[in-house]
């Protein structure tokens, strides 16, 4: 009875740690619905770009446009890779042009370069991420 009420338990904390883990929304803000993704993506361009409350409002607006924009886009996407990336690239320099009307220049400067240094940050992940592919033993693809 002792070991029947134990193994029910390990099971009851297993069950419950996976749920609590497939939960958990992914990494940048994928799972985020679109007025928590622009929320938080204005509240560091106006920590970052030092913003004024009224460029800060104006900010949230776009962002959450486009949040909305690019949750449709990938709700409603057919497939093709290509395509749906060429869409959101053109998205982005929409929402590029908006900021910019919002933006002081020295403010759009600094911006630029924040953007930029991101760019260069996703492109060492990726490099790392396949290196670490490269790195992997033989076989190991079977566990």
């Excluded at 940048?28 to 509240?43: F, I, L, S, V, Y």
């Excluded at 409603?76 to 690239?89: F, L």
């Excluded at 924040?114 to 190991?140: F, H, L, V």
Aim: proline share 2%; glycine share 4%; net charge positive.
């Amino acid at each position: 009875m002792r070991n029947i009420i134990q193994s029910l338990l390990c099971l009851l904390f297993v069950a419950g740690s996976i749920a609590a883990a497939q939960a958990q929304p992914g990494r940048g803000g994928m799972g985020m619905d679109p007025e928590k993704r622009a929320e938080q993506q204005t509240a560091a361009m106006t920590e970052k770009l030092s913003l004024s409350e009224a460029q800060s409002a104006k900010v949230k607006e776009i962002n959450l446009k486009y949040a909305q924009k690019a949750k449709e886009m990938r709700d409603n996407a057919s497939g093709d890779r290509e395509a749906m990336r060429a869409s959101m690239v053109a998205m982005r320099q929409e929402q590029e042009k908006e900021l910019q009307t919002v933006l002081t220049e020295e403010q759009w400067q600094q911006w630029l370069k924040i953007r930029e240094e991101q760019k260069e940050n996703r492109s060492e992940r990726r490099d790392k991420a396949k290196d670490k592919k490269k790195k992997k033993p033989e076989g190991s693809e079977n566990r």
